[in-house]
Nanobody, 112 residues
């Protein structure tokens, strides 16, 4: 059974930074692409960033230049480094392996 567990969320002031982690178990992590999505209160879940098994990355325009997605296949873990955070980045952040598996999310709150 595949399990994805996000961590690293919290409360941060605008302009600050956070690093989210997504630990995968029960799957061959290195073979899968992975992605980060977020859902703000009252809004639909939106795509934030993705990385292929080979390390090719893509970003939503809203986070380009501020967020960095990466992965450590040896640790079965993906990361989302978030810098220059804005209040509009406040959301629950989820990771997925694009094989139908999602984590339960980690809350990021950015205060102004």
């Amino acid at each position: 059974q595949v399990q994805l567990v996000e961590s690293g969320g919290g409360l941060v002031q605008a302009g600050g930074s956070l690093r989210l982690s997504c630990a995968a178990s029960g799957s061959i992590f290195s073979l899968n692409a992975m992605g980060w999505y977020r859902q703000a209160p009252g809004k639909q879940r939106e795509w934030v960033a993705s990385i292929t098994s080979g390390g090719v990355t893509k970003y939503a325009d809203s986070v380009k230049g501020r967020f960095t997605i990466s992965r450590d296949n040896a640790k079965n873990t993906g990361y989302l480094e978030m810098n220059s955070l804005k209040p509009e980045d406040t959301a629950v952040y989820y990771c997925t392996d694009y094989s139908g598996n999602w984590g339960k999310g980690t809350l990021v709150t950015v205060s102004s």
